[in-house]
Nanobody, 118 residues
Framework: VQLQASGGGLVQPGGCLRL?????????????VGWFRQAPGKERDLVAA????????NYADSMKGRFTISRDNAKNTVYLQMNSLEPEDTAVYYC????????????WGQGTLVTVSS
């Protein structure tokens, strides 16, 4: 499966962005799609994940209430709606897929940069 992340950019504090992750190839084998982020000098952390089939979601505690992950199976696309953005949300955001019979997110998109600054 191939993943293409898009939608990043420069936004002011308090603003919002919607990231998109378009999947292609073996989408029928996707179990979960997750959004991760990596800030400069920090490790890559999970932001949110969604079950490809039933839409159940999981969020990192610090993202609950501000970020929403959703999917459109007809478009093979997963979205991350980010509201009330803070400078601390500045990072490269990656989407990744966990496939059937796999135990980890092993398929990654190229990342999209989100910069929150005035």
């Amino acid at each position: 499966v191939q993943l293409q992340a898009s939608g990043g950019g420069l936004v002011q504090p308090g603003g919002c962005l919607r990231l998109s992750c378009a999947a292609s190839g073996r989408t029928f084998s996707i179990v979960f799609v997750g959004w991760f982020r990596q800030a400069p000098g920090k490790e890559r952390d999970l932001v949110a994940a969604i079950n490809w089939s039933d839409g159940m979601t999981n969020y990192a505690d610090s993202m609950k209430g501000r970020f929403t992950i959703s999917r459109d199976n007809a478009k093979n696309t997963v979205y991350l709606q980010m509201n009330s953005l803070e400078p601390e949300d500045t990072a490269v955001y990656y989407c990744a897929a966990r496939m059937n019979l796999e135990t980890a997110f092993a398929h990654w998109g190229q990342g999209t940069l989100v910069t929150v600054s005035s």
